[in-house]
Every structure is written in structure tokens, then in C-alpha cells.
T-cell receptor
Framework: EAGVTQFPSHSVIEKGQTVTLRCDPI?????LYWYRRVMGKEIKFLLH????????ESGMPNNRFLAERTGGTYSTLKVQPAELEDSGVYFC??????????????FGPGTRLTVL | DAKTTQPTSMDCAEGRAANLPCNHS???????VYWYRQIHSQGPQYIIH???NNETNEMASLIITEDRKSSTLILPHATLRDTAVYYC?????????????FGAGTTVTVRA
């Protein structure tokens, strides 16, 4: 079974440009999450989709970040315009709908974003 | 979610058991203990989770104290590839709050 995949693995862009990150969850996983780690900080939650609906976007830093999951399959995270402080590693995770009250999230390898 | 306290770092010898402690003294009855690890430059990897009972899988064992205020992750035979940052995370169940709250974790270095 294929795991969570993310594309690209690395992205280097200039400040002010736009970048779109993609995540393909494990097949059959309705839950999809985005997290990120910026330099020197802890991994932080960004948002959570259940199928195509945003369940929780409390971690999105500002309106320069837009996440979509059309059709409930893969998801994209767009940063527009990118700022220097957006540099970091963006992780995607997916899980099946909870059983027995909890779920297990499986993470992708991450996209390393560098904004110059 | 309850917060957790872990040592900043620890070393262990290859081939020996690694015992990683975690304190979660404010844990409530419907909160699970999860362990993840992050090997350098990779995404976080799920290890194990438990509610009250001890758990074991192919990767590790999780020992939860009877009062549930602390737990220990045991890697039975540590290898160099187990060098990673290990995160103990407490998550509430039965609500719509699904997010994982990563702290600083414990940096584990396995030495030959």
C-alpha cells in the first residue's frame, strides 16, 4: 500500500511569488491534515479536511494560505504571496475515520519550502 | 489536550533497550497517549498508542502507569536507525479535535 506522498520535495522561490504544494493521502483515508515546521520551531498543525470539507483550519497562519481538497482526494496548499517567514517543512498526513474514538495519522515525507 | 513533559535528550547503546519516559500528569480519562518519531529529514512516523493498558507492536512497547500520569516507550533492541526525535503526545478522543500537538520531544541518539 502506498503511503502519503507529497510534491514537490523541495521548492525554492522568491519572496512575493506563489507556490502550490500537493499531498496525495493514503487511498481510502477521508481525513487529511497539513502541518508545518518552521526553522527552530515545533511541528504545528495547520488544518484538517474530512473528505472535501474543512473540519478545522484554526492553525492556518493568515489569509495568504489557501488549502483545497476538491473531490476529497488529493489536497493542495497554496501560499500567495510567499514571505520569508513561510520557509520551513510542510507535512501532510492522512487517517481513516475514527474507530474507538481515535485515529492514527500517517505522515508524508514533507515539502521543504525556502523563500528567498 | 493535556501537556506532556519529556527529557530533552538521551543516549542509548546499540542492541540495548531504550526506555523513553513521558509525564502527562494532567491527562484525563478520555485522552490517549501517542508516540511518534521523526528521523532526520523525514516525516513523523507513528509508533504506538494506548489508553490505559500496556500495548506492544512490532516497533515498540508502551507502558502506562496505573494512574496514567506517566508512560514509557520501550524500544527493545535499539539500532542506529532508531536515532530520531521521539514525541509523546496526548490526544483527546470522542470530540472533533483531531490535531496532533507536537512538543519538543526527546532527541534519542543510539551509539554503536
Amino acid at each position: 500500500e502506498a503511503g502519503v506522498t507529497q510534491f514537490p520535495s523541495h521548492s525554492v522561490i522568491e519572496k512575493g511569488q506563489t507556490v502550490t504544494l500537493r499531498c496525495d493521502p493514503i487511498s481510502g483515508h477521508d481525513n487529511l491534515y497539513w502541518y508545518r515546521r518552521v526553522m527552530g520551531k515545533e511541528i504545528k498543525f495547520l488544518l484538517h479536511f474530512v473528505k472535501e470539507s474543512k473540519q478545522d483550519e484554526s492553525g492556518m497562519p493568515n489569509n495568504r494560505f489557501l488549502a483545497e481538497r476538491t473531490g476529497g482526494t488529493y489536497s493542495t496548499l497554496k501560499v500567495q504571496p510567499a514571505e520569508l517567514e513561510d520557509s520551513g517543512v510542510y507535512f501532510c498526513a492522512s487517517s481513516q475515520v475514527r474507530t474507538r474514538g481515535t485515529d492514527t495519522q500517517y505522515f508524508g515525507p514533507g515539502t521543504r519550502l525556502t523563500v528567498l | 489536550d493535556a501537556k506532556t513533559t519529556q527529557p530533552t535528550s538521551m543516549d542509548c547503546a546499540e542492541g540495548r533497550a531504550a526506555n523513553l519516559p513521558c509525564n502527562h500528569s494532567t491527562i484525563s480519562g478520555n485522552e490517549y497517549v501517542y508516540w511518534y518519531r521523526q528521523i532526520h529529514s523525514q516525516g513523523p512516523q507513528y509508533i504506538i498508542h494506548g489508553l490505559k493498558n500496556n500495548e506492544t507492536n512490532e516497533m515498540a512497547s508502551l507502558i502506562i502507569t496505573e494512574d496514567r500520569k506517566s508512560s514509557t516507550l520501550i524500544l527493545p533492541h535499539a539500532t542506529l536507525r532508531d536515532t530520531a526525535v521521539y514525541y509523546c503526545i496526548v490526544r483527546v478522543a470522542g470530540t472533533n479535535d483531531y490535531k496532533l500537538s507536537f512538543g519538543a520531544g526527546t532527541t534519542v541518539t543510539v551509539r554503536a
